[in-house]
């Protein structure tokens, strides 16, 4: 119970860490490449975990396919898209800016296919957050010309959707089982497609450098182990739509991790889309805890 009082803020921040680890990582390996060996890392690692802790990889044939398929939408098609877009001149507050539609989308999905009641409050809440997330955003929007083009807007757009049809793919059909075992078939789903789109596009180099070593040790640690573990569980104790909305706040934390590390400058319009987008959220999870459960 305490782990999930603090996780949403938790998994916020640690997501954010995304698409700064993504401005390491790109001028010194491909898209593709780059994350099809985070992954491997990642079922590496939670295989060791796993088998240490005691737990069994052996699910059912049906369990497997579910979280491979959630894990090739989550990590291998909306990674994939975020990667290839910034690799390909989109900035990442762009990006970020247009995953901020997950949420909507999301709650679309999830009153339609998992039967989840979501109310005009919640409707309000995530309007109010997305405004929330322009604001945020709009010093990028004078470059919007230069660094989008229609092959990067596509695959942004495409990782969204990902994303929000593997969150829903997550709940409603690996609701039980390990986590850990789950998010290890999750990544094995992710690298088999990275790893297709690799061979066939790109021709697997890295430059080895500081920042590089840098980028993957964060990504696969803090965001494949701690962060998508987080979601995880997240999704997995609460209704879909209302854990999407979650990610309005990513794109201030991702700012707040610029001005930090980068210097960038933070105006009174994004200070106050950050409050904004906030009060979306809490609008959107208000009484989160009388909202009705769906049946197993």
Do not use: C
């Amino acid at each position: 119970m305490t782990l999930l009082k603090f996780a949403p803020a938790l998994f916020v921040f640690l997501w954010a860490s995304g698409f700064i680890g993504a401005r390491y990582a790109m001028p010194w390996a491909e898209p593709f490449s780059f994350l099809a060996l985070r992954f491997f890392i990642a079922m590496l690692l939670l295989g060791a975990i796993a088998s240490m802790a005691g737990r069994t990889l052996r699910w059912k044939p049906v369990a497997i396919v579910h979280s491979m398929i959630a894990g090739l939408l989550l990590h291998g098609i909306y990674l994939g898209g975020v990667f290839w877009a910034i690799d390909h001149g989109m900035s990442a507050g762009l990006s970020a800016l247009l995953v901020g539609l997950h949420p909507l989308i999301t709650a679309l999905g999830a009153g339609k296919l998992l039967g989840e009641t979501v109310s005009l409050r919640h409707w309000i809440g995530l309007f109010v957050g997305l405004l929330g997330v322009v604001m945020v955003m709009s010093p990028d929007f004078a470059n919007f010309a230069d660094s989008v083009t229609w092959p990067t807007l596509a695959a942004t757009i495409v990782s969204v959707l990902g994303l929000s049809g593997g969150s829903l793919w997550q709940k409603r059909f690996v609701r039980q089982g390990d986590l850990l075992t789950g998010t290890f078939f999750q990544y094995g789903g992710g690298f088999i497609l990275t790893f297709f789109l690799a061979a066939v596009f790109e021709n697997q180099t890295y430059t080895l450098t500081g920042e590089l070593v840098f980028a993957m040790t964060w990504l696969v640690f803090v965001l494949s182990l701690g962060a998508i573990l987080l979601l995880m569980r997240l999704i997995r104790e609460g209704q879909a739509s209302r854990v999407a909305s979650l990610f309005y706040l990513v794109p201030a934390m991702t700012a707040l991790q610029a001005w930090v590390l980068f210097g960038e400058t933070l105006s009174m319009v994004q200070i106050s889309g950050m409050v904004v987008a906030a009060m979306g959220v809490a609008l959107a999870l208000r009484n989160v805890s009388s909202a009705p459960r769906e049946s197993a």
